[in-house]
């Protein structure tokens, strides 16, 4: 942390702990922050837009530009970091900061393309535009699953709109959250001239959070957690009539056809399985699979399963790193059990023992065939558990990917052109993401990321996300001598 820039005092004094998933052990405190103290960190971050909005947006690139610089320099320690608090494999970490790095030179860009549209007026000698303005301060909450690259997501956009940021990430992973406050301010320091506040770390728990939800001065609240947490933040922003941005839960599905590559989709499902222990929000939670290579497709899967490397992700090759803590491994453990009494049959999915880390919480992903989509496959348990389903025909697939609440990601796997296309539209998945021969994982900053129903309809990262983070105006302009007036009406006075 030290190396980052971080005061020493800021996590090493007494304090709430920070626990390691790898082996359970306090490796920081941090000390939270008051909630008498928010009342003047908004004010510091409402001054800050004031002046930030006003700075021109490709200099607000130059920033951020700056920022994906220090991220880049520090890419292997804040992957490391992001090993130690939230316990994902080495790879996965430093990609999460390559991710960070990815949407600011997405944002560097979108600084000269923040474009508003000219209008055709019906009115003779007249202009209509569309403009797009900065919308104020904007709050992310963040999940401990993603800690540093869902705040990049929001945060790189925002500070290229003109906005101000307060971010207050999950308390699960407090220590990276202060490693990137530390980048911001040294890409600061290079640019000179950011205002106080512009961009603030808060921690703490469930108060601070609603402090942010509930503050009018919060003009975009930004959230990712469980579609429990979104439905009260929601209500509270819409209380206000401020804008959430929700990014919430995912049961997300596979279908595997007739046609699919099968060795293609083996590897394809175990990352999107297993990847990061089950704790995506697009991780693959449902596998559909045809019933003419079920048994082809199926025994295979359960070998990988049986097989994978689970283990302390900072001892080398290990591909499924601990769960966030043991409550989540009673989680996983009580949907397994529900699952087999609903007639599944489980393969995998017992807690396994890993020397030098005895307080951390490591499972064997597990594998479950069950006759019915019932009990625990509605829901989202946030841990490596594959549900396994047949299917007979295309339409039945389909209606079993879109059969439950949530409706963030999904993919098919499939040579058959009409069967992809179809899968792409409106007839098919109902999901916010949709692959064709690839998992419901990793998605890329250039697409908007996010999903419908209860995953909450919020979209972060690329493509038009920018908009969610602005505010839009239209204006016309007479430059003629008479007043038309719109729709032929008439008004004459003297």
């Not at 070998?303 to 769960?323: E, F, I, W």
């Not at 697409?447 to 505010?471: H, L, N, P, V």
Request: charged letters at 20%; aromatic letters at 6%.
């Amino acid at each position: 942390m030290a190396g980052f820039g971080v005061d020493p005092g800021a996590y090493a004094a007494a304090g709430r702990a920070v626990h390691s998933p790898v082996t359970g052990e306090a490796i920081g405190h941090v000390a939270d922050t008051e909630p008498m103290a928010m009342v003047a960190i908004v004010a510091r971050a409402a001054e800050a837009f004031v002046t930030w909005r006003l700075v021109p947006a490709p200099r607000r690139g130059e920033f951020v530009r700056l920022l994906g610089e220090e991220l880049r320099a520090a890419k292997a320690a804040l992957g490391r970091l992001v090993t130690l608090e939230v316990g994902k494999v080495p790879s996965e970490g430093e990609g999460e900061v390559q991710e960070m790095i990815d949407i600011c030179d997405f944002a560097v860009g979108l600084s000269r393309q923040l474009q508003g549209l000219a209008i055709p007026s019906e009115r003779a000698d007249h202009r209509m535009m569309e403009q797009w303005h900065p919308a104020g301060v904007v709050g992310v909450i963040t999940a401990f699953n993603f800690p540093v690259a869902v705040f990049s997501w929001n945060a790189a956009l925002a500070l290229v709109c003109g906005d101000a940021v307060i971010w207050k990430p999950s308390e699960k992973a407090p220590l990276t959250a202060l490693a990137v406050q530390a980048l911001v301010a040294r890409a600061a320091a290079r640019f000179g001239g950011v205002p106080d506040g512009l961009v603030t770390v808060v921690t703490g728990g469930r108060a601070i959070g609603e402090m942010l939800v509930d503050d009018p001065r919060i003009a975009v609240l930004s959230a990712t957690g469980s579609t429990r947490m979104g439905r009260a933040v929601g209500e509270r922003v819409a209380r206000r009539f401020g804008r959430a941005i929700l990014e919430l839960g995912g049961n997300n599905a596979s279908i595997v056809t007739p046609s699919a590559d099968l060795d293609l989709a083996v590897r394809a499902i175990a990352f999107g399985a297993m990847g990061t222990a089950g704790q995506r929000c697009t991780t693959l939670r449902r596998l559909i699979v045809h019933e003419s290579i079920y048994d082809a497709l199926v025994p295979r899967l359960a070998k990988v399963y049986r097989g994978v490397s689970v283990g302390n992700p900072l001892s080398g090759a290990v591909l499924v790193g601990p769960l966030v803590d043991a409550a989540a491994l009673e989680a996983m453990q009580k949907a397994l059990e529900a699952a087999k009494a609903a007639g599944g049959t489980v393969t995998g999915g017992e807690p396994v023992s890993v020397d030098g880390c005895e307080g951390g919480a490591y499972a064997r992903p597990a594998l479950v065939e069950m006759p019915a989509q019932v009990g625990p496959v509605l829901e989202e348990t946030f841990a490596p558990i594959l549900y396994v389903l047949k299917y007979r025909d295309f339409a039945e697939a389909v209606a079993l990917q879109n059969g439950v609440p949530q409706g963030l990601s999904s993919s098919i796997f499939t040579n058959d052109f009409r069967e992809a296309e179809r899968y792409l539209s409106a007839a098919g998945s109902d999901c916010g993401i949709a692959n064709v021969n690839m998992g419901t994982s990793g998605a890329e900053i250039g697409g908007a990321f996010g999903g419908e129903k209860e995953t909450g309809g919020g979209r972060e990262s690329g493509s038009d996300a920018w908009k969610g983070y602005m505010r839009r105006m239209t204006s016309a302009i007479n430059y003629g001598t008479s007043l038309p007036l719109a729709q032929g009406v008439r008004f004459d006075v003297e």
